[in-house]
T-cell receptor, first 110, second 111 residues
Framework: GEDVEQSLFLSVREGDSSVINCTYTDSSSTYLYWYKQEPGAGLQLLTYIFSNMDMKQDQRLTVLLNKKDKHLSLRIADTQTGDSAIYFCAEKGGYQKVTFGTGTKLQVIP | SQTIHQWPATLVQPVGSPLSLECTVEGTSNPNLYWYRQAAGRGLQLLFYSVGIGQISSEVPQNLSASRPQDRQFILSSKKLLLSDSGFYLC??????????FGNGTRLTVT
């Protein structure tokens, strides 16, 4: 089956940039997503990118997609304590099935 | 605009008791509906999905079942809960090529 992998943990200082990485295996991915989950809450869609795009920027968030290497990253500029959460990468494949990574826990140190 | 409601937010049930979790979506027609479980730790496990009324696909064999009695209503059930059913249950919807949108989840503790 399809696989999406992320590192489990990232720690950054407040004000620095955070970069969360993700790799996937599905060569027929159509969309790639980033979700944020705060403690006890559901998943909140942060941003997404079409597979034919290389980059998308939305305020403090920058998504980079390297389709050749099947690598997706999320950069959060000027990281704040409110950005502390678990971030999930997900991809929608050729059969419209969405596969999620295991999530990266971002800890922001004041 | 579209909204998704899940309830209850938390639930504590004894082993062997029945379960019914409900999810409704507003502001859309004929959405695809999903039930996920997030066990302690991180990963999301797809349990069921539905592309229409009465159409349910199960991803993994288990103690749970799902039903879709109305277009925008998705119900997760069990006749007899097991300890291993404890977890965080998330309902989600999508329409066409839109991303998945999640409800706020139900924290189920089976004692």
């Amino acid at each position: 089956g399809e696989d999406v992998e992320q590192s489990l943990f990232l720690s950054v200082r407040e004000g620095d940039s955070s970069v969360i990485n993700c790799t996937y295996t599905d060569s027929s991915s159509t969309y790639l997503y980033w979700y944020k989950q705060e403690p006890g809450a559901g998943l909140q869609l942060l941003t997404y990118i079409f597979s034919n795009m290389d980059m998308k920027q939305d305020q403090r968030l920058t998504v980079l997609l390297n389709k050749k290497d099947k690598h997706l990253s999320l950069r959060i500029a000027d990281t704040q304590t409110g950005d502390s959460a678990i971030y999930f990468c997900a991809e929608k494949g050729g059969y419209q099935k969405v596969t999620f990574g295991t999530g990266t826990k971002l800890q922001v140190i004041p | 605009s579209q909204t998704i409601h899940q309830w209850p937010a938390t639930l504590v049930q004894p082993v062997g008791s029945p379960l019914s979790l409900e999810c409704t979506v507003e502001g859309t027609s004929n959405p695809n509906l999903y039930w996920y479980r997030q066990a302690a730790g991180r990963g999301l496990q797809l349990l069921f999905y539905s592309v229409g009324i009465g159409q349910i696909s199960s991803e993994v064999p288990q103690n749970l079942s799902a039903s879709r009695p109305q277009d925008r209503q998705f119900i997760l059930s069990s006749k007899k809960l097991l300890l291993s059913d404890s977890g965080f249950y998330l309902c989600a919807w999508e329409e066409g090529n839109s991303p998945l949108h999640f409800g706020n989840g139900t924290r189920l503790t089976v004692t």
